[in-house]
């Protein structure tokens, strides 16, 4: 039995680290473990332009616990008014490393998202010249389209035509929850990826609403069936390139988590690389970890591979059940099993 397992020091693909004082409380749990995160663009208001992406590095940089190196990708949120100047300027200034694409209303803060996918055509032709990735939230928002189908119905009416009419552009399908997700980006070439979260590999749509409502397991896109989570995890570990880690690790306190209308995201970070190294272990990929976690993901964004290593080690964690911040509580994801690896 493998009892220790050394990896080169893992990224996290797609990260919510807010702003302010929720910030400070978050980012110490992701710096201790991650060199680098994609750092998601939907704040209040987002972060649209090159200069705000600097400015909102800056602050990530500054909230850094003391000694702690942590290297913040930027992003961009994608608008029917961004400019491709602006995206090109964001390009050669190496901090923006992706453009997001939040269909309106799709999810917290994506008011300001695209509705009308042809506004935004100009940007997506200079994104495929320069090669930069497209990060997309693949979900449908029409109220007719039933939740649990919003994914596999965007591939199909969104996703595909777009990546047929922008030959070159460069594709993440962020935070998968199906099997049609995991078969569509399978089939592709190699400008196409996808990102898995920890979350997604351990719960399906049971956990939240058997026995009782569940609010913390309550996250967009929402977890499906069983089946679909079986697929995820043979993706997760199967080492094919295309697949790697991006948390989607969202804080909300508490109190906005435990609404009549509450919002949607689990907090992750804290315990993500010991619940990843049980789903590996439980599926007989410990090999594979390094792959999804620190390989597959600087090959896509074609960043160099980290060049420090972690250790994980078999013995229990310690990990808060809650961290608490100036807004109050956010309670890290409950996996639901004991855990038993733990980062040294
Ligand atoms: C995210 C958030 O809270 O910002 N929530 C979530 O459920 N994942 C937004 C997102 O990535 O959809
Ligand atoms: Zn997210």
Redesign the pocket.
Known sequence: MTDTLKIRQPDDWHL?LRDGAMLKAVLPATAAHFARAII?P?LVPPVVTAQQAASYRDRIVAALPDGATFEPLMTLYLTEETDPKDVLVAHQSGLVHAVKLYPAGA???SASGVQNFDKIRAVLEQMAQIGMPLCV?GEVTDHDVDIFDREAVFIDRILDPIRKKTPGLRVVME?ITTADAVSYASSQDDSLAATITTHHLVINRNHILAGGIKPHYY??PVAKREEHRLALRRAATSGDARFFLGT?S?P?TDANKLLPCG???CFTAPNTLSVLAHVFEEEGALDKLESFTSLNGPAFYRLPVNPGHITLERSPPVIPAQIETEDGPVTVFDPGFPLHWKVT
């Open positions: 919510h998601m939907n999810t917290t803060n939230h935070h996250c967009l989607d969202a909300h919002c949607a995201g």
